[in-house]
């Protein structure tokens, strides 16, 4: 099959327009692209290799953590906003409930999606810090210890529940810090496991 302006697979097709130097060019593009290494020179195997060091560099860096796991938390906090926000409404026997059945059905769905939304963007914020402080806190100590065990993911999370407590008073912080590290430690000594293969 052939196209306009693209020469036939017989080899007769190059009228002198160079559109075989282009297709030539075009594959030799693919194969400087492709994952192969015998296709890459020295030079081209060398950039590729600095540019994956550099990618790799930038993702282990403590703030590209922070970023990224604060970021998933968000969205997971979004979907369980919206979530357990959507179930307040699941029956007309709460006060809520009986108050929103006295209403017209526009008005109950919008005022039932205005909930939800600003429910789940509350849990997205709140997740989404708890994500990012716990990862960069985490990130940090490692860095600093240079050790990789269970005792980073215990600090962290104490140094996280610490600082969420700290605005209702010095109680409020100490039981958020014994509560975050306990979790850590649980989830940490969980993920640690030997596996059975």
């Known amino acids: ?3 306009p302006g693209m020469p036939s697979q017989g080899g007769g097709g190059g009228s002198g327009d160079g ?5 030539s060019g075009f594959r030799q593009g693919m194969n400087v692209m492709s994952s192969d290494p015998s296709n890459l020179t020295s030079a081209e195997a060398a950039q590729q290799d600095m540019m994956m060091k ?5 993702m282990e860096s403590c703030p590209a953590k922070s970023v990224i796991a ?3 938390g ?3 906090g979004g979907a369980f906003g919206l979530f357990m926000s959507s179930m307040s409404y699941d029956t ?5 409930g009986q108050q929103m059945t006295d209403l017209p059905l ?6 039932g999606f205005k909930d939800m939304g600003s429910r789940s963007y509350s849990s997205a914020k709140n997740f989404g810090l708890v994500g990012a402080i716990f990862s960069g806190t985490e990130c940090c100590i490692e860095g600093f210890r240079a050790k990789n065990d269970i005792y980073n993911g215990v600090a962290a999370g104490c140094m996280t529940g ?3 407590g700290a605005k209702a008073g010095p109680q409020a912080a100490a039981i958020g810090c014994a509560g975050f590290a306990a979790f850590s430690a649980a989830i940490d000594s969980y993920m640690r496991m030997p596996s059975d293969e």
């Open 1 to 3: 099959m052939s196209f």
């Open 19 to 23: 559109t075989g130097k282009a297709a």
């Open 54 to 58: 550099n990618m790799q560099a930038v």
């Open 70 to 72: 604060g970021g998933m």
């Open 74 to 76: 968000f969205a997971l």
């Open 92 to 96: 007309p026997l709460s006060a809520q």
């Open 106 to 111: 526009r008005e109950q769905l919008r005022r």
């Open 162 to 164: 610490g600082l969420l």
